[in-house]
Structures are given as C-alpha cells and as structure tokens.
C-alpha cells in the first residue's frame, strides 16, 4: 500500500515568504507527527495530531509555525515570515495511533531559504 | 525533560564483522519505549527495532539485537553479519509511555566497507 507521502520534495524560498508543506498519511492513520531535522542532527520533533486536534504542539519554535489537519487525514505545515535558520528537511509521520509505537515516516521536503 | 544521547558521531566496520552503536538516555518515566532507525542517503526514516521498558528481554530483529540496560538508562544497537546496505545514518530515539512524539539523538554514521 501507499506510505506516507510529502510535498513538495524540495523548496526554494526568500527570506520573509510564506511556505505550505503538505503530509499526506498513510489511510486510516489517525495519528501524524512533524519533525524538523537540521543537517547532520536528529530530527526534532514540532507537533502531532491525534484526529484533527493537535495533541502536542510544544515543539513549533514560534508562531511563525503553524499546522493543521482540519479532516483528520492530511495535515499541512505552515511557516509564515520565513528565516535562513527554518532551513531543513521536514519530516511527517503517521501511526495507526498515538499509542501504536511505530511511526511510519515519509521522504521529507526540504526547504531553502535563500 | 527526555534526552538522548549517542556519542559516537561516525562508526566504521567491515562486510560480515559486528558492530556496536552506543546510546544513552534520561528520562524521569518508568514506561516508555526506545527505538533504533535507519536513515539512508535517501532520507526515508527506517524502523529498524523497538525495546519496551517493561521487557527485560532484549529485543532481536534477524541481524539486529540490542543491549537494553534500564538502570544504566543504555541501549545499544549490535549489528551483525555487516552488509553494504546497512550503510546510513542510525538513530536512537526514545518516547515516553503517554506521549506520541519521539526525542531524537543527534545520530551515528555507520559505514560498512567492503
């Protein structure tokens, strides 16, 4: 079956500029997770949902970032005014639930900000 | 707060030799789970094996075994039989019992030579 699947795979913005990064899970997952992994480190973790809500968003740097899943399926991540340092590949992740222990992780988008 | 840590940035080893990555934690739970994944050049996140706390016995995945010792907060990955496509970048990661989200450590680069 499909896994979990992210766009773009790459993105190239200005300083300043407002990004959308799209996850989509794998079906029937109702728990999705976002990281942020900066090169050569462990990815970090921003937020997760279970369903539509967010059940932990304690990792969002600022409120520059914010996310959404207003379907319980597909979530999007959003990064307003953006800065050099929010450069770094963007993970998204599914599980059949925030209690199932394996994470199902997709390609990542990484996002340039020149 | 949950930390992990893995100390040796860059392993090497030899086709069909075993290797040890070390990784160490902190956490103030008594359940939680701690997990080893496989990154490739790819980016794609990879489960590789899992430890509940709980389990005295240590967790086997084929060639993939671990060295969980709760009271020394240690679980190392073991990797035996080495193959070129082991060749990535390995992380320890740890979740808490009540919690979806997964603490990172900052990763270990295996190379297995031929």
């Known amino acids: 079956g499909a896994g979990v699947s992210q766009t773009p795979s790459n993105k190239v913005t200005e300083k300043g500029k407002y990004v959308e990064l799209r996850c989509d899970p794998i079906?029937?997952?109702?728990?999705l997770y976002w990281y942020r992994q900066s090169l050569g480190q462990g990815p970090e973790f921003l937020i997760y949902f279970q369903g539509t809500g967010a059940a932990d968003d304690s990792g969002l740097p600022n409120d520059r970032f914010f996310a959404v899943r207003p379907e319980g399926s597909v979530s999007t991540l959003k990064i307003q005014r953006t800065e050099r340092g929010d450069s770094a590949v963007y993970l998204c992740a599914s599980s059949p639930s925030d209690r199932t222990y394996e994470q199902y992780f997709g390609p990542g988008t990484r996002l340039t900000v020149t | 707060a949950q930390t992990v840590t893995q100390s040796q940035p860059e392993m090497s080893v030899q086709e069909a030799e075993t290797v040890t990555l070390s990784c160490t934690y902190d956490?103030?739970?008594?359940?939680?789970?701690l997990f080893w994944y496989k990154q490739p050049p790819s980016r794609q996140m990879i489960l590789v094996i899992r430890?509940?706390?709980?389990?005295?016995q240590n967790a086997t995945e084929n060639r993939f075994s671990v060295n969980f010792q709760k009271a020394a907060k240690s679980f190392s990955l073991k990797i035996s039989d080495s193959q070129l496509g082991d060749t990535a970048m390995y992380f320890c990661a740890l979740q808490g019992a009540n919690t979806g989200k997964l603490i990172f450590g900052q990763g270990t680069t295996l190379q297995v030579k031929p």
């Open positions: 956490t103030s739970e008594n359940n939680y789970y």
């Open positions: 079906s029937g997952h109702t728990a």
């Open positions: 430890q509940e706390a709980y389990k005295q």
